[in-house]
């Protein structure tokens, strides 16, 4: 039975996951729509997709098998490829290209906060 190196699959559809996701983020940034509620759910369709096509390539490759463990390392070391991607160009992106972007993410977060009248007051 064939096992390729976990590391290996998780960085390439971690990556390429991990792309995907940053493309799609910086045209919401750019069009200015990184606050539409039916965008941003966009993202999880993005993750599941690179988390699927991943696990059925470590099977393929493995012979049609892959068990719970294999599975739960795969998806655990795609997680940590992604959210290190997306958060490195997250930090980049909104603290020295275009800091307009973390000003209006709290600006939203404010008046979602006072619409929800969430202190009673």
Known sequence: MLHPPLPRVALKWGGITGLTLIIYKLILYITQMENVTLLKLLILGILITGFVIGMKD???????????????????????????LASFFDTVYKHFIDESVLKRELTDAQEQWERSNFFFS
Not at 58 to 84: D, E, H, K, P, W
Request: net charge positive; charged share 5%; no cysteine.
């Open 58 to 84: 470590f099977r393929s490759l493995n012979g049609g098998v892959m068990r719970y463990g294999q599975g739960f390392g795969l998806g655990m070391l795609m997680t940590a490829i992604i959210g290190l």
